[in-house]
């Protein structure tokens, strides 16, 4: 390995190589089939990087060891940006591309953002459905008595503790309507907007 090809250092990399890659086995999707390509990895890096060992510097077990760990971290690094998607979608969204219509607009234009608000966690349902629930509520909210309907509203902006507060009525005393609510509510098949 080095000038006086001295095989004890040789050794100790190649069980540093074997024993390095086996720790990785299992980290970021790496396996046992990665094994012989992760350890000629090693060996050929630390061959190429042989020629800049100086004795006068540090020991070659040292060298042999930060050379290797350099390695493992820009071989795990590799691995990470590859796990998070980085390259594959390399578009600009200013690309002008054929919309529905058969006219040409921009990427932008075309991304649906409603879509993108949903899964991103910015709406909770489509304006459509959002649009639908309305409508189904203020039916529900039409066949209650006087009562339970301003109760109901007043859920809507407010908790039990501060509509308690602002009426001068014990908690205690609303729990039973807001059983009701659920009933009723659940029956019209709205469970989701309690």
């Known amino acids: 390995m080095g000038i006086d090809n001295d095989f004890e250092d040789f050794d ?15 980290v970021l999707g790496f396996t046992f089939d990665d094994k012989e390509d992760l350890e000629q990895d090693l060996i050929l890096h630390l061959l190429e990087s042989w020629p800049q060992f100086d004795s006068q510097r540090g020991a070659v077990k040292t060298f042999i060891n930060c050379v290797l760990d350099n390695r ?27 919309g529905e219509d058969g006219g040409a ?12 608000m949903l899964r991103t966690g910015k709406l909770r349902r489509r304006a459509f459905d959002e649009c639908d629930l309305r409508i189904a509520v203020e039916h529900v909210l039409s066949r209650l008595s006087p009562e339970l309907r301003e109760l109901c509203e007043r859920l809507m902006m407010q908790n039990v503790t501060e509509i308690s507060e602002e009426t001068g009525i014990p908690r205690h005393r609303f729990y039973p309507s807001i059983r ?15």
């Open 12 to 26: 100790y990399a190649i069980y540093l190589i074997s024993y390095k890659v086996g720790r990785i086995i299992g």
């Open 72 to 98: 493992i971290r820009q071989i795990i690094e590799s691995r990470k940006t590859q796990k998070s998607g980085f390259g594959k979608w390399t578009i600009s969204l200013d690309e002008r591309i054929e």
């Open 105 to 116: 607009v921009t990427r932008i234009d075309a991304v649906d953002r409603e879509e993108y």
């Open 180 to 194: 009701k609510l659920r009933c009723i509510f659940e029956e019209a098949g709205l469970k989701d907007c309690l």
